[in-house]
């Protein structure tokens, strides 16, 4: 299953080949790499601009009015964010990044050095709230979970269209509210449910962002995005792997049940899934 938006077809997939045409590829500790150009100048002929925020995968953008959305196109710059990258979501940070199919964890740091991920942000939603919100704590970090691209905007317009724009403005604020419901349930499922449906709330979490059923993971990994010991993640993974749930292959998952995974979730899933 992928969860790609729905309408526009070969035209989508063709116009998405235009306006992507020489991105540039990801270099280690950089976050996100640029193609040089702006959306804007990417866009074929034969695509009008109101027709292409429809064909965004980004749903925040493509929500925006019409008369918006052409006055922020100029400003949107693709990019490839790399995996496991970290990201700037304070009131210092360059650049605010709207995901496709790329998806950013955001991580609280323990003492000890552990992390544990609050909360994860794709195709729905922005990183970057931090720039018009405040400053975060150094104890908050975002990190790049699943490689992809996004589209990015400098802070300084991002903040400027936050005052200016009213629809704008009205789907980052909604946004934010998602966000800051995905954090409390998710901290609520930390403290009452057990390894087994917590993990599969992630996966579908995952899914649900990627597009794809092959995402790029290790038990390790997981582990430290919910929290908990790779011992586990080794025995519930097992078992999901054993009921036909996942396949799972050197550092490679692939979802064959999503179905089987919703029935194991617990009920934050559908709270989480009916937010975004």
């Known amino acids: 299953m992928t969860n790609e938006p729905t309408g526009g077809g070969q035209t989508r ?3 998405r080949q235009g306006f992507y045409e020489g991105r540039g590829a990801p270099v280690e500790g950089r976050g996100a790499v640029s193609g040089g150009t702006s959306l804007a100048g990417r866009v074929p002929e034969a695509v009008g601009v109101r027709t292409l925020s429809r064909l965004l995968s980004n749903r925040l953008l ?10 922020l196109l100029p400003a ?14 304070s009131r ?13 964890s955001h991580l609280v740091l323990m003492e000890d050095g552990s992390t ?22 150094p104890s908050h970090w975002m990190r790049v979970t699943l490689a992809g691209s996004a589209l990015r905007m400098r802070a300084e317009t991002f903040r400027r269209e936050f005052a200016a724009g009213d629809g704008f403005r ?12 995905q954090v409390t349930q998710r901290a609520a499922c930390i403290s009452r449910h057990r390894v087994e449906p917590r993990l599969a709330v992630w996966l579908l979490m995952l899914h649900d962002r990627a597009g794809s059923d092959v ?28 009921r036909g749930l996942i ?7 692939r979802v064959l049940d999503r179905a089987g995974l919703e029935a194991t979730a617990c009920e934050c899933y559908g709270v989480l899934r009916d937010a975004n």
């Open 13 to 15: 997939k063709w116009a």
């Open 170 to 181: 009205r789907l980052l604020l909604e946004h934010a509210g998602r966000h800051f419901l």
């Open 76 to 89: 949107l710059e693709p990019v490839t964010l790399a995996g496991r990258d970290k990201l700037d979501d």
């Open 247 to 253: 396949a799972y292959s050197r550092g490679t998952l």
């Open 116 to 137: 544990v991920e609050a909360a994860m942000t794709g195709r729905e939603g922005l990183v970057g709230l931090g720039a018009v919100l405040g400053q975060h704590a």
């Open 215 to 242: 995402l790029a993971l290790t038990q390790e990994f997981i582990a430290r995005r919910l929290g908990t010991r790779r011992a586990g993640i080794t025995e519930v993974a097992g078992r999901f792997q054993e």
């Open 62 to 71: 493509g929500a925006l009015p019409g008369e918006e959305f052409e006055r």
């Open 92 to 104: 210092e940070a360059q650049h605010v990044y709207f995901p496709e199919d790329s998806v950013v």
